[in-house]
């Protein structure tokens, strides 16, 4: 069901180089090695999931397919690829990687035991290619470093239009992604991978959802981001200072592979033909939500990856392709930069 667009390989080098300018210029600036895309960390999380019992058969698949629980690492983050005022109000990200995976490998992530999942508050990805992919990203990485207080000022205009269009049951993916997105407590989004995986012997898409109490009483709480460029970051703080949380993994399986595309990441299945259905449950105990030596080990000393798991979750199409060669990329400039060893924990070993 894949097909590879013309001239992918061209653009694939193209975005290693873009993404790579926004990284130098970053470097310049802070004299820091930072990711690319998703720069700013809010949350860094340490919990653990449980892979459900009784999952039926096209369900208890790959990862799934045995009850177990593994140790569960989530980086909750802002688009940009510089590290900007919250008032910046940009699209969320969660990573989130399993600790103690075992399995036939994807290539490149041989004797590893950790499975990754990348996600974004949205249920398509802003573009549908690699090559409109690549177009995109060039016009962010104009904007690298430049007038964050200009950033600021639109992103406060654009969240008032968004609000207005959602008042009237909309949404605009377009002016979201621009900086309207409302200045929502980061912990009560759901996420979703937007790009297709292998799913065992299906394909699927996945999601993280809160489902606690504590979690779901967020929803629609608005953050507080005058004066606090941190805003985020100490509203992860307070909640996690005095309750833990617990979140659903869940998987959309495909059903109709015309209603439900693997090239065009843009589109959204349609929930009503296949609904999001758990496979495990994440649950966090009280902590740090956010810290100096958190950041250290988490933004600094992991990465993520949606090429590095089990074979049975397989990344499709161009998006997918593309980012394989990025992120590993990626991950070698920031190692270099910062003189800090990116490795990949094990289940023995604490990490975070």
């Given amino acids: 069901m894949e097909h590879h667009e013309e001239h992918e390989e061209e653009i694939r080098d193209e975005l290693i180089a873009t993404l790579r300018s926004i990284s130098e210029t970053t470097l310049a600036d802070t004299g820091h090695g930072l990711r690319s895309v998703h720069a700013k960390s809010h949350a860094l999380v340490v919990a653990e999931a449980e892979v ?11 990862l799934f397919a045995t009850p177990g629980r593994y140790k569960a690492l989530m980086r909750f983050s802002t688009n940009p690829g510089d590290v900007l005022h919250d008032a910046v109000s940009a ?13 036939e490998r994807l290539p490149g992530s041989e004797g590893q035991q950790t499975q990754d999942f990348l996600m974004a508050d949205a249920p ?8 409109t992919f690549l177009k995109n990203l060039k016009l962010i990485a104009k904007t690298t470093d430049r007038a964050e207080g200009a950033k600021k000022a639109l ?51 996945f999601s993280v959802a809160p489902v606690s109490a504590e979690l779901l009483e967020l929803k629609g709480r608005k953050i507080d981001v005058s004066g606090h460029p941190d805003a985020h970051r100490e509203a992860v703080n307070a909640f996690f200072a005095e309750r833990g949380g617990e979140w659903e993994l869940r998987v959309q399986l495909m059903t109709d592979a015309d209603a439900m595309p693997i090239e065009d990441a843009s589109v ?24 100096a030596d958190k950041s250290k080990a988490m933004d600094d000393g992991l990465s993520f990856s949606p090429w590095r798991g089990l074979a049975a979750h397989r990344p499709l199409g161009s998006i997918n392709r593309v980012r394989r060669e990025n992120y590993a990329r990626s991950v070698a400039f920031r190692s270099q930069a910062n003189g800090c060893p990116i490795r990949e924990p094990k289940a023995d070993a604490p990490s975070g």
């Fill in 52 to 62: 459900l019992d009784g999952l039926p058969p096209e369900l208890a698949q790959g």
């Fill in 124 to 131: 398509a990805f802003a573009a549908p290619n690699a090559a």
């Fill in 155 to 205: 992103s406060g205009v654009l969240r008032l239009v968004e609000a207005g269009i959602e008042a009237f049951g909309g949404k605009s993916a377009t002016i979201v992604a621009l900086g309207g997105h409302p200045l929502t407590h980061v912990l009560s989004e759901t996420y979703f991978s937007q790009t297709a995986f292998l799913y065992g012997a299906n394909v699927a898409k």
């Fill in 268 to 291: 959204a299945w349609d929930e009503k033909m296949s609904p999001y259905l758990p496979v495990a449950r994440i649950r966090a105990e009280p902590q740090q939500g956010w810290s």
């Fill in 91 to 103: 699209p969320r990200g969660l990573g989130l990687k399993l600790v103690g995976v075992r399995g």
